[in-house]
């Protein structure tokens, strides 16, 4: 069965911590993972990650893709209270799973 | 460029109603996704659609559970006979083609069972 499991479930830290989230997957048909920040209600996108070791950066948020050891990293560096937040990561092809997240929470 | 649209935003039912949840994909989408999140939980892969046709049901409960996704109109997820356990927020998420499977969320609809 597909499965795809995020640590830590959560995450309390204070702004300007740097965090590393994890993302493991054991998807068939795998395609492409992806990383999403939940705020209220709609997940919004962050990357979408299909080859191993090529990092992806937007701001302060990298991340990294190992399809050998099946597994993704999100980074936050310098965190805000504005990052607090679920990220949900998933994986597949067409029918992508979602693991339960991480629910960080940035203190100020 | 409006987004995924999704209606309700909040649905209250009593046990043994049916629920009706709408979700009109981004301008240019063609592949249509529902998933369902429990509280504290991630998103469950509920149904994969394309226009007229259920790619992957693989998520859905066999029974009182139905996707569809005509040629016009939005995507529709009903669920008859709602219980309790079904109270859950329903997110839709439509993607292009050309982009595989990069998903754009709606809002979502609460739904709640009394």
């Known amino acids: 069965e597909d499965k795809v499991v995020q640590s830590p479930l959560s995450l309390v830290v204070h702004e300007g911590d740097t965090v590393t989230l994890n993302c493991s997957y054991e998807?068939?048909?795998?395609?492409?993972l992806l990383w999403y920040k939940q705020e209220k209600k709609a997940p919004t996108f962050l990357f979408m990650l299909?080859?191993?070791?090529i990092e992806k950066k937007s701001g302060r948020l990298s991340s990294i893709l190992d399809k050998k050891e099946l597994f993704s990293i999100l980074n936050i560096t310098a965190t805000q209270t504005g990052d607090s937040a679920i990220y949900l990561c998933?994986?597949?092809?067409?029918?992508?799973?979602f693991g339960a997240g991480t629910r960080l929470t940035v203190k100020p | 460029n409006a987004g995924v649209m999704q209606n309700p935003r909040h649905l209250v039912r009593r046990r043994g109603q049916e629920a009706r949840l709408r979700c009109s994909p981004m301008?240019?989408?063609?592949?249509v996704y529902w998933y369902r999140q429990l509280p504290e939980e991630g998103l469950k892969f509920m149904v994969y659609?394309?226009?007229?046709?259920?790619?992957?049901e693989s998520g859905m409960p066999k029974e009182r559970f139905s996707a569809e996704f005509p040629k016009e109109g939005p995507s529709i997820l009903r669920i008859q006979q709602v219980v309790r356990g079904d109270s859950a927020a329903y997110f839709c998420?439509?993607?292009?083609?050309?982009?595989?499977?990069?998903?754009?969320f709606g809002s979502g609809t609460q739904l709640s069972v009394l």
């Open positions: 998420a439509s993607s292009q083609i050309a982009e595989g499977e990069k998903l754009f």
């Open positions: 998807v068939t048909n795998f395609r492409s």
């Open positions: 299909t080859s191993s070791g």
């Open positions: 998933a994986g597949g092809n067409n029918d992508m799973r």
């Open positions: 301008k240019g989408h063609s592949h």
């Open positions: 659609l394309q226009k007229e046709n259920i790619i992957d």
